[in-house]
C-alpha cells in the first residue's frame, strides 16, 4: 500500500532529520547563532566510522561508540577554538553565522582531500528482506534508526528537565547575564551545549553512513533539512525541532507521490519560505520547548 510506504518512509527520514535538529535547536537556544557547521559534524561523523570499522579493522561498536566520541571532541574544538575566540572579539551572531558556514566547507573540503570524491558504504548492514505491514515494507535497519531516535529525544528530554546541567542550559537560553550573576560560567554552558548537540550528531551522522552511501558534500544538505526541521517546529524548541522535522520527512515522501523524486529538495524549501512568511516562529512558538520552560 503506497499511502503507508510512504508514511514509513516519511517516519524514517524525519527520524534523521529530528537527530541534527534537535542537536541544533539546543546549540542554537543556548548560544544564539545559527551553527550550520553543525551538518560537518554529522558527515564527520559518518566518516569516522568509516574509518575505524572498514580501514583500521576495529569491532563495529567500538567503532561506533569512538564515531560518537569524535563528534563530540569536534563540536568542543569548534567552539573552543574558533567561536569563542570570536565572542572574546565581541563578534555578533551574523559574525559567528558566517564563521560556521566557512567552517561547514572547511571541513567538508578535508574530507574530501583525506578520503577522496568516490562514494564510501560502511557495509555491516547485510540486506535483508524487510517486514511487510499491511504492504508496506520497512528494514530492521530503518525500525533501528526510529527506536534509536526516541530513546535519544528521550534520554535529551531527562536531562534537561531532570538535572542541573540541564537546568543550567535552560537559563542560559534565558539570560546570560542572570547565570553569570549566580556564579555559574556562562562560556561552559557554551561547551556543554556544543559537546551535547555534535554527539546527537554523532549518532545521526552513524545512523546515516548506515542507512546510505556517504559523500564529502552530504552534510550541507542534511543540515539544511535540519535547520528546516528546526524552523518549522520551532527553533528555539527541542521538541519542536522533532516535531518539525518529522512534519517535514512526512511532506517531502508524500509530495514525491505526486511529483518526481527530484524535487523532494524543492519541497523542503517551499515548506521553509512557507513558515518563514507566515509563522516564523514554528508550530510550538519561541516560548513553548523544553529550553524556554
Known amino acids: 500500500m503506497i499511502f503507508l510506504q510512504l508514511l514509513f518512509n516519511g517516519l524514517i527520514a524525519g527520524a534523521i532529520y529530528a537527530l541534527i535538529a534537535t542537536g541544533f535547536s539546543l546549540i542554537y537556544s543556548t548560544n544564539k547563532f545559527v551553527h550550520f557547521a553543525h551538518g560537518s559534524v554529522v558527515v564527520a561523523s559518518g566518516y569516522m566510522l568509516y574509518l575505524f570499522y572498514n580501514l583500521v579493522g576495529i569491532n563495529f561498536w567500538i567503532s561506533v561508540i569512538l564515531a560518537i566520541l569524535c563528534a563530540g571532541v569536534l563540536g568542543w574544538v569548534l567552539n573552543r577554538t574558533a567561536y ?15 564563521a560556521s558556514i566557512g567552517i561547514l566547507i572547511i571541513i567538508e573540503s578535508l574530507i574530501l582531500i583525506i578520503f577522496g570524491a568516490d562514494v564510501k558504504t560502511i557495509g555491516f548492514i547485510k540486506t535483508v528482506k524487510g517486514l511487510e505491514i499491511l504492504g508496506a515494507i520497512i528494514t530492521p535497519l530503518q525500525i533501528v534508526i526510529i527506536i534509536t531516535s526516541i530513546v535519544l529525544f ?52 552513524v545512523l546515516v553512513s548506515l542507512e546510505q552511501n556517504l559523500e564529502p558534500s552530504m552534510g550541507s544538505s542534511l543540515m539544511i533539512k535540519g535547520f528546516t526541521g528546526a524552523i518549522i517546529g520551532g527553533i528555539t524548541s527541542v521538541p519542536g525541532a522533532v516535531l518539525g ?28 519560505f512557507i513558515f518563514l512568511l507566515f509563522k516564523p516562529n514554528g508550530i510550538l512558538g519561541v516560548n513553548k520547548g523544553w529550553i524556554k520552560s
Open 84 to 98: 569563542t575566540k570570536l565572542r572574546e572579539k565581541k563578534a555578533g551572531s551574523s559574525i559567528l553565522l558566517i
Open 154 to 205: 528521550i534520554s535529551l528530554l531527562l536531562l534537561m528537565k531532570r538535572t542541573g546541567l540541564g537546568k543550567s542550559l535552560r537559563a542560559v537560553s534565558e539570560s546570560r547575564d542572570l547565570v553569570e550573576i549566580q556564579g555559574i560560567s556562562s562560556k561552559k554552558l557554551f561547551a556543554y551545549s556544543f559537546i551535547i548537540g555534535s554527539l546527537i550528531a554523532g549518532a545521526a551522522g
Open 245 to 272: 522535522s518529522f512534519v517535514l520527512g512526512i511532506v517531502e515522501n508524500y509530495g514525491i507521490w505526486y511529483l518526481p523524486s527530484g524535487y523532494k529538495d524543492a519541497i523542503a524549501f517551499m515548506l521553509l
